[in-house]
T-cell receptor, first 112, second 118 residues
């Protein structure tokens, strides 16, 4: 079942601007992960944030997690045209062999 | 790092035929693999959990007699779409955790198989 809701569903920005995508979920989690997917391609793992972490950085990516609000955000700074893709959050209950549950995703378009 | 492969990457078949998709963990053993389906412009939806040596667990609404899953070894799970119809056209993705990586937080995804049923 799909538990995550992401907003916005689609986002169009100019190159150099920052892009923020949000994700909400419903159940308790062990960690939350963000993935990127170019059109028609497989998933690329971007970043994982554990339930006891509040913020994490990786290059131009910044992820926050608020477990009290059951929400997470992904910020891409200084966006580039190559960042154009769909971005998904996925929650992991983390009991060992549980699947990831994906949000609906945000389609990001970065215009050069 | 751990790698999961899928074969074929793309398949086109006629309506009514069966298609087998393989998912392999290349450098680790996976007792559990997951199969997802993704329709155009939508997110990944879990179809089933594939368990080595036992029956797969299917999500609600997924027909187990139509989507046959066989996890015959610790490195291979297969998904067979039986009597495929055009509405089965989709992107099928498998994933697995590497239990050798501590708590195994990271799931490794295959590159996906695009099925087109004519």
């Amino acid at each position: 079942s799909q538990q995550g809701e992401e907003d916005p569903q689609a986002l169009s920005i100019q190159e150099g601007e920052n892009a923020t995508m949000n994700c909400s979920y419903k159940t308790s989690i062990n960690n939350l992960q963000w993935y990127r997917q170019n059109s028609g391609r497989g998933l690329v793992h971007l970043i994982l944030i554990r339930s006891n972490e509040r913020e994490k950085h990786s290059g131009r990516l910044r992820v926050t997690l608020d477990t009290s609000k059951k929400s997470s955000s992904l910020l891409i700074t200084a966006s580039r045209a190559a960042d154009t893709a769909s971005y998904f959050c996925a929650t992991d209950e983390g009991s060992g062999n549980t699947p990831l549950v994906f949000g609906k995703g945000t389609r990001l378009s970065v215009i050069a | 790092g751990a790698v999961v492969s899928q074969h074929p990457s793309r398949v086109i078949c006629k309506s009514g035929t069966s298609v087998k998709i393989e998912c392999r963990s290349l450098d680790f053993q996976a007792t559990t693999m997951f199969w997802y389906r993704q329709f155009p412009k939508q997110s990944l939806m879990l179809m089933a959990t594939s368990n080595e040596g036992s029956k797969a667990t299917y999500e609600q609404g997924v027909e187990k007699d139509k989507f046959l899953i066989n996890h015959a070894s610790l490195t291979l799970s297969t998904l067979t779409v039986t009597s495929a119809h055009p509405e089965d056209s989709s992107f099928y993705i498998c994933s697995a955790r590497d239990p050798g990586q501590g708590a195994g937080d990271t799931q490794y995804f295959g590159p996906g198989t695009r099925l087109t049923v004519l």
